[in-house]
């Protein structure tokens, strides 16, 4: 996790130097929340990071969002149909607006997603909504309806439309690409808030939109309602979150480490824990690397690794190890312990002794990245470690050959396995795939986009896990742990969580409190 000057960490109390904020201190208009940085865009199509996520849900809605149990629930549009996994029609709301007031046509729905599907977009998520299959949208305004046209079938099509990244922008948005970026086109929005302000590393305030009703139809309805205004504060760091919660300068915070221990008895607030970050080691397979071509090498590494000490370390005891790139709550992820390799550190020592590697991660995984550098080392290999902020990270284990072990933090949006998958087979990153090792792995990639022309879930599953065996085998990755993190929820103020995917946008105020007056 990035950590951030005391400047920041001054501007963080201020709320609460002035007799505190939000719901917590009795303001029943705004809700506090922490982000764990600065969104780097407000282009949801463009969306990398967890924060860029959290402030895309909050601003663009989508055709469809995750609902209860991997189900999906209505959006922009009213219902849909499935023709097969590669043909979808959907019925688009009526009466719905962007921020400027202009209508949400189909055709404005088609616009947007034909933008999000174009690979001269760039979008990340891309790869996760269609594969490697191309999309068409065409709008009929006629018959207010909206029709998806997939080259290759994709199972996890509709669930990839709720990601945040295929968040509907609106007209101004799109004539306007930088402004939109920046987050300073009035009209581009078609979700229920609109940015009003923002300072980088201090605060970001939005505003409910006047008249919005586009709310989704979840299965159970949400209580309470909206804040007028909600104001993100970046925190990179999670004891301040911690203080900030208690002292009445948050309404909702999130916490990925022991200072949840914090919270333990105090009934001030509810708490909702997900497992939606997963980690694991990736090799770097490209020509002129170490591992490429190299399953011995990659054997040895986890010959040294044991996962239970790294979930200790990067969660403070509160996380679990895993037998897949997915947690064991994933549809489908292995259960194979079999698969997995086996403690052997002289083994180890034979193959990795003298051996240069360089390693990488997100500074949000710092322990656990100390850990795997010392444990290689302690095996007697050279080791450079670079653990770099989300967005460098990102960007250096892309592509390249400049690292050799990348320490993977996963978080799965779609809450599906073939999203993590993607990371270890199919398309590499330099030719627009989320595949971090440059080794395409052609079995396992069959395997997968086997399973992804199948609707029914069993056929889905035996070709899931022959391709999870696949990538074990062959030691592409190596599964570590997850990294719970758990949000509170000060008392008065709720957000929904569905199955390890938490809502910013269902964020609401359930009850006014003491001592306050509307």
Same mark, same amino acid.
């Given at each position: 996790m990035p950590r951030r000057s005391a400047v920041?960490?001054?501007?963080?109390?201020?709320?609460?130097?002035?007799?505190?904020?939000?719901?917590?201190?009795?303001?029943p208009d705004t809700l506090y929340m922490s982000l764990n940085t600065d969104p780097a865009t407000f282009d949801p199509a463009l969306a990398k990071g967890g924060d860029d996520y959290t402030v895309a849900r909050m601003m663009f809605d989508t055709l469809v969002r995750k609902d209860?149990?991997?189900?999906?629930?209505?959006?922009?549009?009213?219902?849909?149909?499935?023709?097969?996994?590669?043909?979808?029609?959907?019925?688009?709301?009526?009466?719905?607006?962007?921020?400027?007031?202009?209508?949400?046509?189909?055709?404005?729905?088609?616009?947007?997603?034909?933008r999000f599907v174009s690979p001269k977009t760039g979008s990340?998520?891309?790869?996760?909504?269609?594969?490697?299959? =191309?999309?068409?949208?065409?709008?009929?305004?006629?018959?207010?309806?909206?029709?998806?046209?997939?080259?290759?079938?994709?199972?996890?099509?509709?669930?990839g439309l709720s990601?945040?990244?295929?968040?509907?922008?609106?007209?101004?948005?799109?004539?306007?690409?930088?402004?939109?970026?920046?987050?300073?086109?009035?009209?581009a929005f078609s979700g229920p808030y609109s940015l009003t302000s923002s300072q980088p590393a201090v605060t970001?305030?939005?505003?409910?939109?006047?008249?919005?009703?586009?709310?989704?139809?979840? =299965?159970?309805?949400?209580?309470?309602?909206p804040a007028q205004h909600v104001n993100f504060t970046p925190i990179g760091d999670y004891s301040t979150i911690a203080t900030q919660l208690l002292a009445g300068g948050l309404d909702v915070g999130t916490i990925g480490d022991e200072n949840a221990n914090r919270f333990n008895g105090n009934t001030a607030f509810a708490a909702s824990t997900a497992d939606n970050i997963t980690?694991?080691?990736?090799?770097?397979?490209?020509?002129?690397?170490?591992?490429?071509?190299?399953?011995?090498?990659?054997?040895?590494?986890?010959?040294?690794?044991?996962?239970?000490?790294?979930?200790?370390?990067?969660?403070?005891?509160?996380?679990?190890?895993?037998?897949?790139?997915?947690?064991?709550?994933?549809?489908?992820?292995? =259960?194979?312990?079999?698969l997995l390799i086996e403690p052997d550190l002289v083994a180890a020592r034979r193959k990795l002794s003298g051996l240069k590697i360089?390693?990488?991660?997100?500074?949000?995984?710092?322990?656990?990245?100390?850990?795997?550098?010392?444990?290689l080392r302690n095996a007697g290999a050279t080791v450079t470690?670079?653990?770099?902020?989300?967005?460098?990270?990102?960007?250096?284990?892309?592509?390249g050959t400049s690292w050799d072990i990348n320490i993977q933090g996963d978080n799965n949006l779609m809450g599906t396995l073939t999203s993590s998958l993607l990371r270890v087979m199919g398309p590499p990153t330099e030719k627009g795939g989320r595949n971090k090792t440059g080794e395409v792995n052609d079995g396992g990639y069959r395997d997968l986009t086997d399973a992804m022309s199948q609707v029914d879930r069993g056929a889905q599953c035996s070709r899931l896990q022959a391709a999870q065996e696949s990538f074990l085998r062959r030691v592409d990755a190596i599964p570590l742990a997850t990294l719970p993190s758990t949000t509170f929820a000060v008392q008065g103020v709720s957000v929904r969580q569905f199955d390890d995917y938490l809502d910013p946008a269902t964020l609401r105020i359930t009850a006014q409190p003491e001592g306050s007056s509307s």
């Open positions: 920041t960490a001054a501007a963080a109390l201020l709320c609460v130097a002035a007799a505190g904020c939000g719901v917590a201190a009795g303001s209860q149990g991997n189900t999906l629930a209505p959006g922009i549009a009213s219902h849909w149909s499935v023709e097969d996994a590669a043909h979808y029609t959907f019925t688009i709301r009526n009466g719905l607006t962007c921020s400027d007031g202009s209508p949400i046509t189909p055709s404005v729905v088609a616009a947007s997603l034909n990340t998520a891309r790869t996760l909504a269609l594969g490697t299959a =191309k999309a068409t949208f065409t709008a009929d305004d006629t018959t207010h309806t909206v029709r998806a046209a997939l080259t290759k079938p994709w199972a996890d099509f509709l669930t990601l945040p990244q295929a968040g509907i922008v609106c007209p101004a948005g799109l004539a306007d690409l930088p402004g939109l970026t920046a987050g300073t086109v009035v009209g970001y305030d939005l505003t409910l939109r006047a008249g919005y009703t586009a709310w989704p139809a979840f =299965k159970t309805p949400l209580a309470g309602h980690t694991y080691l990736t090799f770097n397979e490209r020509p002129g690397t170490v591992f490429a071509g190299r399953q011995d090498l990659r054997v040895a590494v986890g010959q040294v690794l044991d996962a239970q000490i790294f979930s200790d370390v990067i969660s403070g005891r509160r996380g679990s190890t895993t037998m897949s790139v997915g947690s064991a709550k994933v549809l489908c992820a292995n =259960k194979n312990s079999s360089a390693v990488a991660g997100t500074n949000l995984l710092q322990g656990g990245n100390d850990y795997v550098a010392e444990a470690l670079a653990s770099l902020d989300n967005a460098t990270w990102s960007t250096v284990t892309s592509g």
